[in-house]
Nanobody, 116 residues
Framework: QVQLVESGGGLVQGGGSLRLSCAAS????????MGWYRQAPGKQRELVAT???????NYADSVKGRFAISRDNAKNTVFLQMNSLKPEDTAVYYC??????????WGHGTQVTVSS
């Protein structure tokens, strides 16, 4: 059974930091492109960052220079380090796994709330 389990969300003051983790099971983690997406109330889900199996990263313009995605293939885990958080970063953050065959899987999300 495939599972993507996010953790690390919470309430933080503006300017603060959080580190999200996503532990994967039931997939060959190392070959999957992993990503973080977020969805704020009343808005569509949007890309935050992705990392390929080879370690290439891509970021939304809104988080460049503040967020960093990384992966530990030995632990089947992808991370999102979020610094200089802003109230507009408030959202539910979802982990995403995209296999080479195009199968997409999602976690259940973790809430991040940034107070002003």
């Amino acid at each position: 059974q495939v599972q993507l389990v996010e953790s690390g969300g919470g309430l933080v003051q503006g300017g603060g930091s959080l580190r999200l983790s996503c532990a994967a099971s039931g997939i060959i983690f190392s070959i999957n492109k992993m990503g973080w997406y977020r969805q704020a109330p009343g808005k569509q889900r949007e890309l935050v960052a992705t990392i390929t199996s080879g370690g290439n990263t891509n970021y939304a313009d809104s988080v460049k220079g503040r967020f960093a995605i990384s992966r530990d293939n030995a632990k089947n885990t992808v991370f999102l380090q979020m610094n200089s958080l802003k109230p507009e970063d408030t959202a539910v953050y979802y982990c995403n796994a995209n296999s080479p065959s195009g199968t997409v899987r999602w976690g259940h999300g973790t809430q991040v709330t940034v107070s002003s």
